[in-house]
């Protein structure tokens, strides 16, 4: 009997992975969206388009290919069309894929047709990582609150969850204590060595922290389903566990 291939985990599940479009006509602006949406846990960049024309047609043919994308991160000076007009296009071919808009533009005007578009957050040229990660993090509590609210909602969930849109800092989206930057480091050496697993004793030496402070993070890794968390076998005493970097196919 033929079997039908596992379905997708669906947005606001703990093992989903946001698939992202990156679109930007600068290359190396782009490449650089790229990497940090990679180092984002739970993130992962799907394509990169460097024009309007070639974002809608990756758009289109993911949808038709029933891989969507989840996420647009879509810069507003494009060599042919604005940002604004690509995200109207969008909607008017059905293409409801969420929006983060990312710019140097500051006018007020650009901001408001932006939002009359369906554009839930707006993220200005120049940022930091910890910056972008807010975005994602927001973006990622937004899909999770408002998937849990089943078909009948309520005025106080549908707050909830346009709330999470509205946090005030990236450390506000990561438990007491942790930073994104350390996150980022920790998850970046994680995927360099994808075979590899190790302790929190082995990551906190390859990386200079203590084993305390590296098994925080490779928790808070493990419960986003950045990393497989595992019992060491043959250790003798307290069960040791050793982490790798989760598969982001």
Known sequence: MHESPAATPPPGTASHSFKVLVVDDEPQTAASHAKYVNRVPGFATGAIAANGQQA???????RDAQDPFDLVLLDMTLPDLHGIDVAKRMRGRGLTTDIIAITA???LAVVRSAVATGITQYLIKPFTFAAFTEK????RRFISEISSTGPDTSQAALDNAFSALRSTSASASLPK???PETLAQITDHLRSKPDTCLSA???GEELGISRV????YL???AEVKAVVKQPRHGT?????YEYRAASRS
Do not use: C
């Open 56 to 62: 809608l047609g990756l758009l289109a043919a993911a």
């Open 105 to 107: 533009v500051r006018d």
């Open 136 to 139: 994602l993090e927001n973006h």
């Open 177 to 179: 204590g942790l930073i």
């Open 201 to 203: 004793t082995e990551l």
């Open 213 to 216: 402070t590296a098994r925080r």
């Open 219 to 221: 928790e808070h890794l």
């Open 236 to 240: 003798r005493g307290r069960p040791e």
